[in-house]
């Protein structure tokens, strides 16, 4: 099992820039995959980014593209999701995950995910 805990979150205005944090207790080899997610209050869950392994490889949603970026350090078994020009409808709860399957696909289904941390930018 893999056990996840995000942090990192709060306030930030507009224009602003703000880094999560995701520490997993664990890695076994069947996870190829950590990804970030996020869902707003009556939205869907909505993927923004995933990164292989070995940090070599990532996938970011157009939403995202120039204005996020997912990297992290396995000595650590940290994820890391860097957030910069933050705009209002960042606004939601932001999860990490880890998976068995590196694709750009955003449906793909992770195994393991934390419990959120909230992210809130105002105008």
Do not use: H
């Amino acid at each position: 099992q893999v056990q996840l805990v995000e942090s990192g979150g709060g306030l930030v205005q507009a224009g602003g820039s703000l880094r999560l944090s995701c520490a997993a207790s664990r890695r076994t080899f069947s996870i190829n995959a950590m990804g970030w997610f996020r869902q707003a209050p009556g939205k869907e869950r909505e993927f923004l980014a995933a990164i292989n392994w070995s940090g070599s490889s990532t996938y970011y949603a157009d939403s995202v593209k120039g204005r996020f970026t997912i990297s992290r350090v396995n000595a650590k078994n940290t994820l890391y999701l860097q957030m910069n020009s933050l705009k209002p409808e960042d606004t939601a709860v932001y999860y990490c995950a880890a998976g068995r399957i590196f694709d750009s696909n955003p449906r793909t289904e992770y195994d393991y995910w934390g419990q959120g941390t909230q992210v809130t930018v105002s105008s």
